[in-house]
T-cell receptor, first 111, second 113 residues
């Protein structure tokens, strides 16, 4: 079946550091890919998405590029802030048949 | 996008009791989803709720334990029945809009003593 793998957390960075959270997937066909963020005590919020190969999703300084050749959708940000501390979930949707989440990566940004 | 509210936002319950969680969406949607997020874990789909028909449950989840209602296109409830401490989780409802994007409610944090 379809699956999503993320780098293990927690990830701890200093403010203004560069962030990469790796995400790879296994799926048949051409799924849509998503990053969701869950701030402490809150539900999930859509951060960005990409629906086809080579698409780049971006939002709030975060970016991720749909790489079909490596089945990856790595999340990056050039300069993290304390307010970015949250859990980040990579997910895929395969033609609306099933929505699969990765295990989540906890990010802590220290001032 | 979709704006989703859930009630209650959190609760502390005694073992053996039941809790009903409400989910309200600001627009009509065909399918609503209920997820469980156990402490420190990812999301697990409990069931898909369609208006006018019985909910479809995922493996490991049964209607007697998690009965779901879907009386109209903007509202759904999930009941956690005969609770035990293992049911302590965050319960989230979600909807699909814009083709394939899922939007989530803020979640209901349940602690069972």
């Amino acid at each position: 079946g379809d699956s999503v793998t993320q780098m293990e957390g927690p990830v701890t960075l200093s403010e203004e550091a560069f962030l990469t959270i790796n995400c790879t997937y296994t799926a048949t066909g051409y799924p849509s890919l998503f990053w969701y963020v869950q701030y402490p005590g809150e539900g999930l919020q859509l951060l960005l998405k990409a629906t086809k190969a080579d698409d780049k999703g971006s939002n709030k300084g975060f970016e991720a590029t749909y790489r079909k050749e490596t089945t990856s959708f790595h999340l990056e940000k050039g300069s993290v802030q304390v307010s970015d501390s949250a859990v980040y979930f990579c997910a895929l949707d395969n033609y609306g048949q099933n929505f699969v989440f990765g295990p989540g990566t906890r990010l802590s940004v220290l001032p | 996008s979709a704006v989703i509210s859930q009630k209650p936002s959190r609760d502390i319950c005694q073992r053996g009791t039941s809790l009903t969680i409400q989910c309200q969406v600001d627009s009509q949607v065909t399918m609503m989803f209920w997820y469980r997020q156990q402490p420190g874990q990812s999301l697990t789909l409990i069931a898909t709720a369609n208006q006018g028909s019985e909910a479809t449950y995922e493996s490991g989840f049964v209607i007697d334990k998690f009965p779901i209602s879907r009386p109209n296109l903007t509202f759904s409830t999930l009941t956690v029945s005969n609770m035990s401490p293992e049911d302590s989780s965050i319960y989230l409802c979600s909807v699909v809009k814009g083709g394939e994007t899922q939007y989530f409610g803020p979640g209901t944090r349940l602690l069972v003593l």
